[in-house]
Structure formats: C-alpha cells, structure tokens
C-alpha cells in the first residue's frame, strides 16, 4: 500500500508593518508555485495558510520525509514571496532563509518543517498547529498531556489500542541529540527532561500499536542555532493525527484552554501566556503578541485534502480548500481573557525577570557587551 506523507513547512520571509502579516500576494505567490508543484506531479495536494507573521504551506504526497523535491518546492515558494517582500521594502524579508543556495533539506536553513508519513486508516483526521512568536518547547505541555495525561485523554483508559502507551523522540535542541522514551513505563524520565524548555522539545510521537504508526511531530529545529545569532523566534509547527486508536479531536484541543506561559514575545526574550485564537486573528496586536496558537482541520483522503470545499470540483477544489479553524469560536474566549490578563501581567515586570527570559536563554541582548564595558568597574568587596 502507498504511503501518504504530509509536509507542513513555514518560514517568516517579511511582513507589512512590522511582525505582522505578510502581504496576501506572496501567499498568492506560494500558491501558485505549488499548483505547479501539482501539475509536475511533485505534489499531490496542498493548503497555504499564515500564523501572524509566518506563511504555512501544508503538501501532501507519497515521497516520504524529508525528501529533496518537495522541500525545493517549498524553498522555491519562499524565494518568490521574498521577492515581493523586498522589492516593496517589507519588514524582515527573507529573515527565514538562512542560506542563498538550496542544499537539499530546508533542515539548518531556516524554514521550519514538521513531517509525517503513514499508511491512511479509514479515517483520517487531522489537526494542523502552528504557533507565532515562541520557540519549539512550546507544545511539550500540551503533547503531553494529550499523550500521557488520562485525566486529558479519557482514551488512555479506555481506548485498547491506546492503552499500549506511546514513544516520544525528545531533542536536545541545542546539542542535536535525541532519545526515544516509552510511555507510561518512562513517562517521569520524558516529564524530567521535557520540563526544561528551554534545552529538551518533543520532536516525535509514535503509536505502539503498529498498524497506526506516527501519530504527531514537530517541528524542532531553532533558528538562533542555526543562524548563529538571534534571527527571530521559531514559531513552531506541529501535526497530530486523530481518532481510531489516538486521542479525539477535542482531547486535542483541551490542553490549549490552559493558556500556558511560553517563551518568546516582544524581541524572543519574554514569557507571555499561548493564546489560542483563529488564523484571521492571529496577527500580533499587544506588545507584538501574545504568543499566538492557532489550529486547523483536515481530513486526509487517498492523499488529497478534505475541508469543508466540494471535493468534487475535481482540480479546481486542489489548493482550494476550507478548514475548520478550532480556536475561532467563543467558547475559546475565556481562554483568551486569562492570557491576555496573564500577559499583561508579565509585562507589568518591565526588563525584570521572570518577565524576561534569563541571560543566558536571551537570544536577543546587550548583556555581554555590558558587562564587558563594565568589567574594569567591577571590584572586590570588602
């Protein structure tokens, strides 16, 4: 049976006004190089979406991960709304695409890129999450109370299949290291390193049952490593497949009504609470935040994407798809009443900690320039 791969990859090549919005034609700019991804059969299908200030080109096809023609194809889509970002002088153009000439794999070039490839059961629901202004951390908490939490996902008690428990590949993200834990015999070891935010992220999550495979992945990579310097938040994606032997969409959704602090925000170097929210309100607005999270839905079809379009339409429906967008509604406002007063909160610090990050996690600071102007001033106390 062919395989279906699903390739999610962004990148923040410029935006109007600051960290905002790219503008809608270097959206329609991917678009149109993936319709030609399409016709070239380099593709099977695909959606492009932005988080605030980062464009999200979602592909699917049967080339397995990490494969060079669709990561060219996705490189070839950012070059081109960089064009447009430069040409009109938009903020941060290109600031995603660390190198000048493809090499193969977006990995280590700025692009961020969550991949999964599985044999399609007969369903297949899937939610997209893609998170502007915070680094790769940020879904730890939520995956692992999807993953490893019953009093989350009921299904881990009553599910069989789920009760065999779940693999998690954890990086090291700063050493590029990574060890595979089973869960629940390992859940404390996987909590202890997770925990640290800052060093550990879920990069993968597998099922234990074997005929359902992969169940979610993240993208881990972060951009101050690669680059050498701070070039901006990661804005991490994530992909989680759902239902028929994995949690439920709303088992899914329910750890994202607790708006967690993350790292981030204003200049990548203070803690803001996730707030979870619709693509079309996902534009920074308060102190260029808060940290967004916004999630969408497909199913997955004989490697095709199923929305809320006519399927039907045949190739004119390819590329023109509808999602139902979960963080839209109002349920979801109460949510975001607590992160905004949570985030408001951590501001009111001003420059101090913990409203800011620790030095040592800052990857946008003057500290070491200031403590070396100082360095001749520092004396012995008495």
């Known amino acids: 049976m062919v395989k279906t791969t699903i390739s999610l990859i962004k990148a923040d090549v410029g935006s109007v006004a600051g960290h905002s919005i790219p503008h809608p034609r270097m959206l329609e700019a991917c678009r149109r190089i993936l319709k030609e991804g399409v016709k070239n059969k380099t593709i099977k299908d ?14 699917t096809h049967d080339k397995g991960e990490n ?20 040409k009109y002088h938009l903020y941060g153009a290109g600031q995603d695409l660390l190198s000048d000439a493809f090499s193969g794999n977006v990995k280590g ?29 940020a879904y730890s908490l939520p995956l692992s109370k999807i993953f490893m939490d019953p009093f989350t996902t009921t299904g881990l008690v009553i599910d069989a ?32 390193l997770i925990s640290d935010t800052y060093r550990y992220a879920i990069k993968r999550i597998w099922c234990k049952d074997e005929k359902i495979g992969v169940a979610a992945v993240v993208s881990t990579d972060k951009l101050n490593v690669s680059a050498g310097h701070y070039v901006g938040k990661d804005d991490p994606v994530a992909i989680v497949r759902a239902q028929s032997g994995l949690p439920a969409i709303g088992e899914i959704l329910q750890p994202f009504a607790f708006p967690q602090l993350v790292a981030g925000w204003m200049r990548g170097s203070h803690y803001g609470a996730f707030y ?5 309100d996902s534009s920074p607005t308060y102190f260029d935040g808060p940290p ?34 979960y963080f839209e509604g109002s349920v979801w406002d109460v949510t975001r009443r ?17 409203g800011t990050l620790a030095s040592d996690e800052m990857e946008y600071t003057t500290k070491p320039e200031v403590l070396k102007k100082l360095a001749d001033r520092m004396k012995p106390l008495i």
């Not at 979870?276 to 079309?280: E, I, N």
Request: aromatic share 10%.
């Open 46 to 59: 695909f959606y492009v979406t932005r988080v605030g200030d980062d464009m999200q080109l979602i592909m």
């Open 67 to 86: 494969n060079k023609d669709i990561h060219k194809l996705a490189w070839s889509a950012f070059l081109k709304a960089t064009e447009f970002a430069k």
């Open 109 to 137: 070039m700025g692009p961020g890129a969550a991949e999964m490839e599985f044999e399609e059961r007969k369903s297949e629901p899937t939610v997209f999450f893609m998170a502007d202004k915070t680094e790769p951390s």
């Open 161 to 192: 299949r789920m009760q065999l428990g779940f693999n998690f590949e954890i990086q090291d993200v700063i050493s590029h290291k990574g060890i595979t834990l089973s869960t629940p015999e390992e859940s404390y070891e996987a909590l202890s």
């Open 276 to 280: 979870p929210c619709s693509v079309a």
């Open 292 to 325: 967004r999270v916004c999630a969408i839905g497909f199913q997955i079809c004989d490697g095709t994407i199923v929305g809320l379009e006519d399927p039907e339409k045949g190739e004119s429906a390819i590329g023109e798809h509808i999602p139902l967008d």
């Open 338 to 354: 607590q992160s905004m007063n949570i985030s408001r909160y951590m501001r009111g610090h001003g420059p101090f900690m913990p």
